[in-house]
């Protein structure tokens, strides 16, 4: 499991007018969205896009039924919320005329009317909360062996978790082809592609699955995010020589490329992350184990407050390289290697190339075992 990063919104692909009375039929490159919702008197409704928390625009309902207007250049997944309730709805606006119906309470079984992209992200969301659903009874179990007063998980009840686990990854890989393949042309695919590949790494499937695409969707809003992540995503993949310079936990500046000749793992974490910490004491064990053969670690802290960085560092006894510019996600080594979560990490061989990446658990101490034993 990691912490995702919200990705930053491209404001110019939606530029929202709000009109409270009902209006003409939208304009080629425009969008209306009308509701009606049972419950629902004069509250404040707002509509924002999933990748930001910040509302592009808000509207006061009259009477139960609101509007919402403007320029739409390409489909977008927003999120409709109501001031003063938890009930939300996401909604796949395109340029048209949309219609909401239903109740304030329960909005994820309102009806949606009027856009081909909603009709299918709402498909897939029904597979996808099928395939979700699963994971959670997982993690009671594991959580619950955890709890017994014991160190670490039995051995036996991880192994039932990560081949649960990997299972839901299967399904999901499937469930995504054979969207895709029903429908290679909707913006849709290439936003699952994002969501499921991109905010938790996996380049490879997320390369596949792209390909699959066809040209209007690789050109859409999500489309046109993955070929910019792939383009920034090489720089750490495999075979690519990253090299950088940071300052370290004293503020002398550490270059990467001063480890030539040892085998690096590059390894992007955060006192606040809780599956970085989780993930500690097997880095430890690798290193341990591994040091002495010419094994190194560097590690990127997405800290912002040096005292938390540190004092984590000692806690966990995290005794090899770390580097932080203390700019959180606004760190220019996190936006120059595209890093969207925590803990990310890459493998670089003795010649400054990467060989390996995201190693976790046991994975990292095979790899490690086949290179140095």
Known sequence: MMINRIFTVVLSLLSLQLHAQPGPKPKPGTFELTGKLAGLTNEKVYLYPIESPAALDS???????FRFAGRLTQPLLCVLRINGTRSQRGIFLEPGKMMINGHKDSLQNATIKGSQSNNEYSEWSKEWTRIASQAGPMYKRLDSATNQGKVKEPESERKIFED???????????????????????????????????????????????????????????????????????????GASPDFTVADTSGKLFKLSALRGKYVLVDFWASWCVPCRKENPNVVKAYQAFHDKGFEIVGVSLDTKKDAWKKAIEMDSLKWNHVSDLKGWESGIVKEFGITVVPTSFLVGPDGKVMANNLRAEALHKKLGELLN
């Open 59 to 65: 509207t006061n309902a009259v009477n139960g039924k």
């Open 164 to 238: 649960g686990m990997q299972s839901l990854n299967d399904q999901t890989t499937k469930a995504v082809e054979a969207f895709i393949k029903k429908y290679p042309q909707s913006p849709v695919g290439p936003f699952i592609i994002y969501d499921r590949y991109i905010s938790y790494p996996n380049p490879e499937l997320a390369r596949s699955m792209f390909s699959m695409l066809g040209d209007k969707a690789k050109n859409s809003n999500y489309g046109k995010k993955i070929t910019e992540y792939q383009r920034i995503a090489a720089k750490t993949g495999i």
